[in-house]
């Protein structure tokens, strides 16, 4: 499974964002797919989390209102809008799948994509 993150970028307190996460390959197994971010000289943490079959989300604390996960089987993609961005959401964003099969189970990540919100 490959995925590819786009839509990062400077913007101003306030002002949103969309990310989105394309995947290829053997999607055909992934369970969940969700948004990391690591600030600098912060540990990775989980933003929010989407279940590919059942749509259920999950989201943290800090980010619940104002960010809403999403995703499009059909174009494989899954979407982060982030609006009321506030100076501590900077960071660089990385999606995850996980997936299940035969075999095991496996989790992917992408190669990230950096959000910085100017105070």
């Known amino acids: 499974v490959q995925l590819v993150e786009s839509g990062g970028g400077l913007v101003q307190a306030g002002g949103s964002l969309r990310l989105s996460c394309a995947a290829s390959?053997?999607?055909?197994?992934?369970?969940?797919m969700g948004w990391y971010r690591q600030a600098p000289g912060k540990q990775r943490e989980s933003v929010a989390t989407?279940?590919?079959?059942?749509?259920?989300?999950t989201y943290a604390d800090s980010v619940k209102g104002r960010f809403t996960i999403s995703r499009d089987n059909a174009k494989n993609t899954m979407y982060l809008q982030m609006n009321s961005l506030k100076s501590e959401d900077t960071a660089v964003y990385y999606c995850?799948?996980?997936?299940?099969?035969?075999?095991?189970?496996?989790?992917?990540w992408g190669q990230g994509t950096q959000v910085t919100v100017s105070s």
């Open positions: 995850n799948a996980r997936l299940r099969d035969y075999s095991g189970s496996y989790s992917y």
């Open positions: 989407i279940n590919r079959g059942s749509g259920t989300t």
């Open positions: 390959g053997s999607t055909f197994n992934i369970n969940v």
